[in-house]
Each structure stands twice: as C-alpha cells, then as structure tokens.
C-alpha cells in the first residue's frame, strides 16, 4: 500500500486565522480523499481531490471554508479557513488503490483551536 | 443512501477474552466491506476486507465473513490482547468509491 505522510502532525492555532495541511503520497494515485473526525466521532467525508479540476465537495462543506489544491498525482492540501474552535479536529488525507479502491490514511493532523 | 451500524460501545474485556464486534449495512449493489482500527493518538489503518459475498478477511488474528444474506460484517477474534485495545470502525464502499463509516467501538482490554 502506498506510504502517506501529512503536515503539520498537530497546531494550536488562534480563531480567525487559516491553516493548511499538505498530504503527500509515495506513488501516483487516481484518487484522494480529506476527511475529518470530529473528538469522539467517527470519520466525516469533506471532499474528493480531483487532480487538474476543482474538488468534489459534500453536502455541508464549502469551498469557501475548506479550499483543496490537487497539482499532481502524489500531493494535495486541505486549508481550515477563518477557523473557530468548533473547527478543532483530526483531519485525515486517504489514497484510494486496486481494484476494490481500498483506501489507506495518512496519520492525520490533529487541530485545536482556540 | 448506503450507512453503516455498528453495535454500541465501549466494550470491556479481559485478556485471551473472545471478542465479536457486530456491524450490518445498507448498500445498493454489492459494496466493498471493511473494518479500520484507530490506535491511541494515532490515524486510521485498515485491518481487513472483503469484496465479495462469503469472503473471509483475517488479519492479526481478526476475522471477518461478508454475509450478504445478513447484510453483515462482524469482526471477531478468539483470544484479545491488551494491545489490541483501540477504536474499531466498520466501512462500506459503494459504487461511487466513498467510503462510509458506522460510529465506532471503543475496546478496552484489562490484563
């Protein structure tokens, strides 16, 4: 399976300010994901990076507040817009990959917002 | 649209305990099925899968059959550990290739 890293790991940030996570792939992949877990909850689906096209987002999530950059195959990122504390989470990058699309995380960022 | 339940946790065990974690879903067609462990402080790793009625997925001493007739992928293991104490989450992939969660079980195992 492919090897995912993400950055920051984790942050503390202030309310109002942006953040941007980079999520980088060992290999060429047709598909990337963002996700988010809320503290406590399972995992929240925000969109589908479509590499040389915008994101595919869903339903509750806006390009607004959570803008994705998709250049290549191996590198996307997910930028936290005008963050407020409900906005602290893990957010997750995954690379779907085979047949079945199995997808594989990276190790998430965990954000706290004060 | 497809969605995922999964029995309510946390569940407390003892050692060498037998473990059986319920999960059924509702898909059209015929989903992928999957079962993802999440360790303290750590991201999401897959542990398992089946992509086909009657597949048994195993690893690290979990398994788990996909049961069509049921709609049902239960994950089980004969003898738990302290170590296997973790988040387990059951997850469906459609036609459109999106996974979907069910809520997530807390196992804690006690010496």
């Known amino acids: 399976s492919a090897v995912i890293s993400q950055k920051p790991s984790r942050d503390i940030c202030q309310r109002g300010t942006s953040l941007t996570i980079q999520c980088q792939v060992d290999?060429?992949?047709?598909?990337m994901f963002w996700y988010r877990q809320q503290p406590g909850q399972s995992l929240t689906l925000i969109a589908t990076?479509?590499?040389?096209?915008?994101?595919?987002?869903e339903s509750g999530f806006v390009i607004d507040k959570f803008p994705i950059s998709r250049p290549n195959l191996t590198f996307s990122t997910l930028t936290v817009s005008n963050m407020s504390p409900e906005d602290s989470s893990i957010y997750l990058c995954s690379v779907g990959q085979g047949i079945s699309n199995t997808q594989y995380f990276g190790p998430g960022t965990r954000l706290t917002v004060l | 649209g497809d969605s995922v339940t999964q029995m309510e946790g946390p569940v407390t065990l003892s050692e060498e305990a037998f473990l059986t974690i319920n999960c059924t879903y509702t898909a059209t067609g015929y989903p992928s099925l999957f079962w993802y462990v999440q360790y303290p402080g750590e991201g999401l790793q897959l542990l398992l899968k089946a992509t086909k009625a009657d597949d048994k997925g195993s690893n690290k001493g979990f398994e788990a059959t996909y049961r069509k007739e049921t709609t049902s992928f239960h994950l089980e293991k004969g003898s738990v550990q302290v170590s296997d104490s973790a988040v387990y989450f059951c997850a469906i992939t459609g036609a459109n290739s999106k996974l979907t969660f069910g809520k997530g079980i807390t196992l804690s195992v006690r010496p």
């Open positions: 990076a479509n590499q040389g096209s915008e994101a595919t987002y």
């Open positions: 290999s060429q992949v047709t598909m």
